[in-house]
């Protein structure tokens, strides 16, 4: 059995320490800049992080109770048996569960609107009107490449000065790419059009960085949860790959 719960008095300066990480405040979601639907949402997400953080301080004190009663009510086969059980119970919590199954995917579906929205009007700011315009994309993609070769963080240097100055043909030239030729990898892409939204499309952009932030924080501590329930509750981990097949099932 771990023994970080036999150390945890929930009236220690370590306690203190606990819900400064843990707690129930939500300070780990900054307040939303933006208004409307992603606001309310944004801070819906700060509730349910402080709320799980709650949780993570609920599990303790009740285990710590357990503790207590360990070598005189209860024997050590018996305080197991009981932190087990609150363990399991504690996973399947119905508060938490509802941030993870109901909350997150009603986050994320707010988060692909945004993305088509922006798609859309990036689509629409710099359409491709015809064969000359596609042949410009090759050759400035071209050109770039004879000059750096395949550094990718010259190339990135390259996307940033033509975000600045609105230049969506050597944009696109190099965001675009096929990958078999592509200057720049998926992560450096989406960076790009990250700065290329930011800079373009203010609002939008702000909105959908600010929840992708706030679903990643959240997320984060969900798992957080879990992984401490499961270790100091003495559970066996989750199988990684039994978990991947459920999760496309």
Same mark, same amino acid.
């Given at each position: 059995?771990?023994?970080?719960?036999?150390?945890?008095?929930?009236?220690?300066?370590?306690?203190?320490?606990?819900?400064?990480?843990?707690?129930?405040?939500?300070?780990?979601?900054?307040?939303?800049?933006?208004?409307?639907?992603?606001?309310?949402?944004?801070?819906?997400?700060?509730?349910?992080?402080?709320?799980?953080?709650?949780?993570?301080?609920?599990?303790?004190?009740?285990?710590?109770?357990?503790?207590?009663?360990?070598?005189?009510?209860?024997?050590?086969?018996?305080?197991?048996? !009981?932190?087990?059980?609150?363990?399991?119970?504690?996973?399947?919590?119905?508060?938490?569960?509802?941030?993870?199954?109901?909350?997150?995917?009603?986050?994320?579906?707010?988060?692909?609107?945004?993305?088509?929205?922006?798609?859309?009007?990036?689509?629409?700011?710099?359409?491709?009107?015809?064969?000359?315009?596609?042949?410009?994309?090759?050759?400035?993609?071209?050109?770039?490449?004879?000059?750096?070769?395949?550094?990718?963080?010259?190339?990135?240097?390259?996307?940033?000065?033509?975000?600045?100055?609105?230049?969506?043909?050597?944009?696109?030239?190099?965001?675009?790419?096929?990958?078999?030729?592509?200057?720049?990898?998926?992560?450096?892409?989406?960076?790009?059009?990250?700065?290329?939204?930011? !800079?373009?499309?203010?609002?939008?952009?702000?909105?959908?960085?600010?929840?992708?932030?706030?679903?990643?924080?959240?997320?984060?501590?969900? !798992?957080?949860?879990?992984?401490?329930?499961?270790?100091?509750?003495?559970?066996?981990?989750?199988?990684?790959?039994?978990?991947?097949?459920?999760?496309?099932?």
């Amino acid at each position: 059995m771990p023994e970080t719960i036999a150390s945890l008095n929930l009236n220690s300066d370590q306690s203190l320490r606990d819900m400064a990480a843990f707690g129930n405040i939500s300070g780990g979601i900054p307040e939303p800049n933006v208004t409307g639907e992603t606001a309310r949402l944004i801070n819906f997400a700060r509730e349910n992080f402080s709320l799980v953080g709650e949780k993570i301080a609920a599990f303790r004190g009740s285990a710590q109770q357990v503790l207590e009663q360990r070598g005189t009510t209860l024997t050590d086969e018996g305080y197991r048996r !009981n932190l087990a059980d609150l363990g399991r119970r504690s996973l399947d919590d119905p508060a938490v569960a509802s941030v993870r199954e109901k909350f997150i995917p009603n986050a994320k579906m707010r988060l692909d609107t945004l993305d088509r929205k922006i798609a859309d009007e990036f689509a629409a700011s710099g359409t491709l009107n015809d064969a000359a315009d596609r042949i410009a994309l090759w050759e400035i993609r071209d050109t770039i490449a004879r000059e750096i070769g395949n550094d990718g963080l010259t190339a990135m240097s390259i996307v940033k000065e033509a975000v600045e100055n609105g230049d969506s043909l050597t944009f696109r030239a190099l965001t675009e790419a096929p990958r078999s030729i592509a200057l720049l990898n998926e992560e450096q892409i989406d960076a790009a059009r990250e700065l290329w939204f930011s !800079n373009q499309n203010g609002e939008a952009a702000r909105e959908r960085s600010e929840l992708r932030r706030a679903i990643a924080t959240l997320e984060s501590r969900l !798992n957080q949860y879990e992984e401490i329930v499961t270790a100091e509750a003495g559970l066996p981990a989750a199988d990684p790959l039994r978990q991947s097949v459920e999760d496309a099932a």
